[in-house]
């Protein structure tokens, strides 16, 4: 069963924004912490982003860092993922993760995955 829906995926020239969404169950949401983890063509997944469930907490990949922000809305059981700067190195499909601690998306085993969205910054 799909835990998690991802949105906002799409085509971006290099140096724009997107922000990816991640609607998840109340219970999903308000037990775990959440992120993201994408995968590029020809690549290992990799993480990218996480935040604990109290959103005391976040955790970017370097590559990320400075350019990437995660959110999370309580009332709505979201997860928001903005993406400013985009870089073509950040072209992949993003996977929106659930997992019982910040650790479990970081090392890329997360107990829940989203579906993925693709996102591709052009040169």
């Known amino acids: 069963q799909v835990q998690l829906v991802e949105s906002g995926g799409g085509l971006v020239q290099a140096g724009g924004s997107l922000r990816l969404s991640c609607a998840a169950s109340?219970?999903?949401?308000?037990?775990?912490?959440m992120g993201w983890i994408r995968q590029a063509p020809g690549k290992e997944r990799e993480f990218a982003a996480a935040?604990?469930?109290?959103?005391?907490?976040?955790a970017y990949a370097d590559s990320v860092k400075g350019r990437f922000t995660l959110s999370r809305d309580n009332a709505k059981n979201t997860v928001y993922l903005q993406m400013n700067s985009l870089k073509p190195e950040d072209t992949a499909v993003y996977y929106c993760?659930?997992?019982?601690?910040?650790?479990?998306?970081?090392?890329?085993?997360?107990?829940?995955w989203g579906q993925g969205t693709q996102v591709t910054v052009s040169s």
């Open positions: 109340a219970r999903t949401f308000s037990t775990n912490a």
């Open positions: 935040i604990s469930w109290s959103a005391g907490s976040t």
């Open positions: 993760a659930a997992g019982p601690t910040i650790l479990s998306i970081t090392t890329t085993d997360p107990k829940y």
